[in-house]
């Protein structure tokens, strides 16, 4: 049962314009996101964050957006550099865990951003 | 230069031999985890300590063994067990292993089966 799900594998984009990179899930006691971004045989680094309290968060370049009703949630590019070209992967948190910090991942979004 | 160093970067397996791949971490982080990444595949959760001496299997344990005797180092122990055990492993740490902690990952070790 995939709790978070990432339903495009891959994604062009032009050099400049905006990304848009999607994320569905169905557990609603989640209530911590985060986007990670990953090059090959490199382990993931850590891009951005938001709590279920805000709708937006945005730093720089990336923005997230959540819709806690729709459960989904969006990563935005603006705008596109060759340099993101990476797989992005969506994960989640539970409020409560009950010990240690148990992220579910997302399947990743392949992103390719061309000149 | 603070982090977490993985290795070896690549490792091939016999059959019915075990495995252990290091993770070694300078972050003084208490919480250290092993993810399983398969192609095409978001990331597994195999084990993870919030203290030396003390770990908890993830979603995927089966054919896996790891020990935490130091605070920086979270060694994973792939056995014969695990029949399918070639994937891309992470190892990652977080500064307690509380709920909205982010993680920080090493760079991998690809394993295969010879």
């Known amino acids: 049962d995939q709790q978070v799900k990432q339903n495009s594998p891959s994604l062009s984009v032009q050099e400049g314009r905006i990304s848009i990179l999607n994320c569905d899930y169905t557990?609603?006691?989640?209530?911590?996101f985060l986007w990670y971004k990953k090059y090959p045989a490199e382990g993931p680094t850590f891009l951005i964050s938001i709590s279920s309290i805000k709708d937006k968060n945005e730093d720089g370049r990336f923005t997230v957006f959540l819709n806690k009703s729709a459960k989904h949630l969006s990563l935005h590019i603006v705008p596109s550099q060759p340099g993101d070209s990476a797989v992005y992967f969506c994960?989640?948190?539970?409020?409560?865990?009950?010990?240690?910090?148990?992220?579910?991942f997302g399947t990743g979004t392949q992103l390719k951003v061309e000149l | 230069d603070g982090g977490i160093t993985q290795s070896p970067k690549y490792l091939f397996r016999k059959e019915g031999q075990n495995v252990t791949l290091s993770c070694e971490q300078n972050l003084n982080h208490d919480a250290m985890y092993w993810y399983r990444q398969d192609p095409g595949q978001g990331l597994r959760l195999i084990y993870y300590?919030?203290?030396?001496?003390?770990?908890q299997k993830g979603d995927i344990a089966e054919g896996y063994s790891v020990s935490r005797e130091k605070k920086e180092s979270f060694p994973l122990t792939v056995t014969s067990a695990q029949k399918n055990p070639t994937a891309f492993y992470l190892c990652a740490s977080s500064i307690s292993g509380g709920a909205n902690e982010k993680l920080f990952f090493g760079s991998g070790t690809q394993l295969s089966v010879l």
């Open positions: 557990n609603s006691m989640f209530d911590y």
């Open positions: 994960a989640a948190s539970p409020i409560l865990t009950g010990g240690g910090n148990k992220l579910t």
């Open positions: 300590s919030q203290i030396v001496n003390d770990f």
